[in-house]
């Protein structure tokens, strides 16, 4: 079969393979065609591996930490499909061949004292298909039963088509981390207009925030101003009230008039920050605007270590709760999630579609899907096994 993968963690890029064997189906797993797949940022810090210091641990750490001991692995973890095959143990009511599925790729021990307590999203011995396990950009790809979200359940393919079912592990991050913030009738903050950034405002709209801002940074390297232009025109149309642009130099004033706004705000800040980049400027900003007594979730994965965060001003003295936020809870965040969608009166759907490229790229060609990512030219992209562009 066709399958994307990782050969070295010391060499950007990835390799098309053509003779991939199909992967076979154990006891109580469960055999899916994928029938399309999204990049996402972890991709994107694989792709990018020597500029991804703290990617290459994570995925070393299931090798010993050593580089010479690393097995290439198919890449990709969002994506939707049709089963195939289904194994020994698997019971017929949960899955059978023909349905319209995805999957969690969070594959938890089941072990743990935190699988033990209902907390599997942060399993002490988690491993994520498509960073330590073979992955879904393929044909083909094998998931425990366990980790299977039958998606004939909420209304299959007439309700949650491929081009949703394609992300549904990202939105899954995004609806986490707005559900913690219990946000309804709340000022929230969220900084990244990346698709996390995006998707956290509409979840965050359809949930009952009375009040949201956006931020993101304009550069030369990455996403100018033009383009971040057009990112806060989808974040407006998304349910952002107001969007700004924190590069001083390119737009005098808007970080300014940021940080007014929100200490102008009921309270003296905003009652909920959503982090979704992971800029260190940002985690300062979110110390910043936050009210006394306030949240800050952390999404967003700082690609190194922190050096400037002021937790005694920004933390401690203003009574602040801090949280991370990894994966989603399983299976909470995904009923949420998936009834919402399947809810048209909740317009969460509708708001999303402003988001989905209006291309789909061929696995073979996934050098142009990386790239058009990588310049933010596409939020959410999907390839396409053997599939052709359009």
């Not at 299976?331 to 209006?358: C, H, P, Q, R, V």
Request: net charge negative; glycine share 12%; proline share 3%.
């Amino acid at each position: 079969m066709q399958a994307l993968k990782k050969q070295s963690l010391i060499e950007d890029g990835l390799q098309l393979v053509t003779d991939e064997p199909e992967p076979g189906v154990g006891h109580a797993e469960v055999k899916i065609r994928v029938e399309a797949a999204s990049i996402c940022g972890t991709d994107q810090s694989i792709y990018q591996i020597t500029s991804r210091p703290g990617m290459r641990d994570e995925m070393l750490a299931y090798n010993g930490g050593d580089v010479a001991r690393y097995q290439p692995i198919i890449v990709g973890h969002e994506f939707c499909g049709e089963v195939v095959e289904v194994g020994d143990g698997v019971h017929s009511g949960f899955a059978r061949v023909g349905d319209y599925v995805t999957a969690e790729m969070h594959i938890f021990c089941g072990h743990c004292q935190q699988c033990a307590t209902g907390q599997r999203h942060i399993c002490k011995n988690i491993r994520v298909k498509g960073v330590h396990l073979d992955g879904a950009f393929a044909e083909y790809v094998v998931v425990p039963a366990t980790n299977l979200v039958n998606l004939e359940r909420f209304g299959g393919r007439a309700v949650i088509p491929p081009t949703f079912g394609a992300f549904l592990d990202a939105l899954g991050n995004a609806v986490h981390t707005v559900m913690e913030g219990r946000v309804e009738g709340k000022t929230v903050a969220i900084l990244g207009c990346g698709a996390q950034g995006l998707m956290s405002a509409a979840v965050a709209r359809t949930l009952g925030a009375a009040r949201i801002y956006i931020t993101d940074f304009s550069n030369p390297q990455g996403f100018d101003a033009s383009l971040l232009a057009k990112r806060f025109a989808t974040a407006r149309q998304l349910g952002a009230d107001f969007c700004f642009d924190t590069n001083q130099e390119a737009a005098p004033g808007q970080h300014r008039e940021m940080l007014q706004r929100a200490r102008d705000a009921h309270g003296g800040g905003v009652d909920v920050v959503l982090e979704m980049s992971g800029a260190e400027a940002a985690y300062n900003d979110a110390g910043t605007i936050v009210k006394n007594g306030g949240q800050i979730l952390l999404l967003g994965i700082p690609s190194e270590p922190l050096t400037s965060f002021n937790f005694g001003k920004n933390a401690i003295l203003k009574g602040v709760t801090i949280r991370g936020i990894f994966g989603r809870r399983m299976f909470e965040t995904w009923n949420a999630m998936l009834d919402l969608l399947a809810s048209e009166k909740s317009g969460l759907k509708d708001k999303l579609e402003k988001i989905i490229g209006d291309e789909t790229v061929p696995l073979s060609n996934f050098e142009y899907g990386f790239e058009r990512v990588r310049t933010r030219e596409a939020i959410k992209l999907l390839l396409v096994p053997k599939g052709e562009s359009n």
